[in-house]
């Protein structure tokens, strides 16, 4: 199992391959290689004993001793398409952890103790995120009175259909309220109808990635969550396990606006989705990246103290909470 130690003296490490480059294996250090003119050159060299997980982004080749040596030194790895889907993971250190997903498995469905108290951490965020703004507009205004509400209401909900519409309304206030100043319309996961929901689509794919890392190190199954439901494919776990670090993601992409470091110039539209032009697909993609893994701590203790209480059987209160402000 992993342990602060691991998180202190190993690093994430993420690797765009806007070309077709290769991984592998020489004198115990990781290389990636680039081949130009038929021959291969060396980009950067890692030593294993300093890497905790590794993103790969783009076109790679992986070889047999790669794997072999992610599995001996524990590292985690992960493998995406140019999109961020996911195509390979590897992190199998705590797979056999058979006596969690035995609980996940037992889990009742209609128990939503634990639910509650995510959605308690992703609003208690969201009002926080709206207070640092120090706007004072009605706008504002409203959508942090409906946090507070919404945040007060929970102790007494005890039908999950209650606590998916007192999360839906309290969504809608919040972006309304924080993207103001971008001609903020709706929020359309997915849809990718304007150039902020495309933007927005990207960072959060990024986390559930992020997430999705750190609660295979804990041999979470993926698909079992206890606030989104069982569905085909769908990773419901990693789903709840994000909710509270989506500030992350929505801070990121305010400030990137603001700095000009996003622009609507950077996408393009096709029959009515904007999607970002592949040759800004990297800058992107460190924005986020780089705010995620300065955040490595919180995800790693988080998602440690949730396993931690999910295997003794803990009453909800005892579950983690991840504070933005603090953190």
């Given at each position: 199992m992993f342990t602060n130690k691991d998180l202190e003296y190993r690093s994430i490490f993420v690797i765009n391959c806007l070309e077709h480059r290769n991984l592998r294996v020489s004198n115990g250090e990781l290389l990636l290689e680039e081949t130009i003119d038929e021959e291969k050159k060396t980009l950067t060299k890692l030593p294993f004993q300093k890497i905790l997980a590794?993103?790969?982004?783009?076109?790679?080749?992986?070889t047999?001793?790669?794997?072999?040596?992610c599995r001996k030194n524990n590292v985690a790895?992960?493998?995406?398409k140019q999109n961020l889907r996911p195509v390979f993971f590897h992190a199998d250190s705590a797979e056999a952890n058979y006596l969690l997903r035995q609980r996940q498995y037992a889990f009742r469905k209609d128990d939503?103790?634990?639910?509650?108290?995510?959605?308690?951490?992703?609003?208690?965020n969201q009002c926080q995120l709206l207070l640092n703004t120090r706007m004072h507009d009605e706008m504002t205004k409203d959508a942090i009175s409906q946090c507070k509400d919404a945040i007060g209401k929970m102790e007494s909900v005890d039908k999950y259909e209650t606590l998916m519409g007192i999360e839906g309304i309290t969504a809608k206030k919040f972006f309304a309220a924080y993207?103001?100043?971008?001609d903020w319309h709706?929020?359309?996961?997915?849809?990718?109808?304007?150039?902020?929901?495309?933007?927005?689509?990207?960072?959060?794919t990024v986390l559930f990635n992020f997430i999705e890392v750190f609660a295979r190190m804990f041999g979470f199954d993926p698909y079992i969550g206890v606030y989104h439901r069982l569905w085909f494919r769908r990773k419901s776990l990693i789903c709840d396990l994000m909710e509270p670090f989506r500030c992350i993601i929505d801070v990121q992409t305010r400030k990137g606006f603001n700095l000009k470091q996003f622009k609507a110039d950077d996408f393009e539209c096709r029959k009515g989705e904007f999607s970002l032009k592949f040759e800004k697909s990297g800058e992107y993609y460190k924005?986020?990246?780089?705010?995620l893994i300065e955040r490595k701590r919180d995800v790693f203790e988080y998602v440690r103290e949730y396993y931690r209480c999910f295997m003794q059987g803990k009453p909800a209160e005892y579950y983690p909470i991840f504070n933005y402000q603090k953190a």
């Open positions: 590794l993103f790969v982004i783009g076109h790679i080749t992986i047999t001793p790669l794997i072999e040596k790895l992960c493998v995406m939503i103790s634990i639910a509650k108290i995510i959605m308690k951490s992703k609003i208690s993207f103001q100043a971008f709706q929020r359309a996961p997915r849809a990718k109808c304007d150039v902020l929901n495309a933007t927005l689509d990207i960072g959060y924005v986020f990246y780089t705010a």
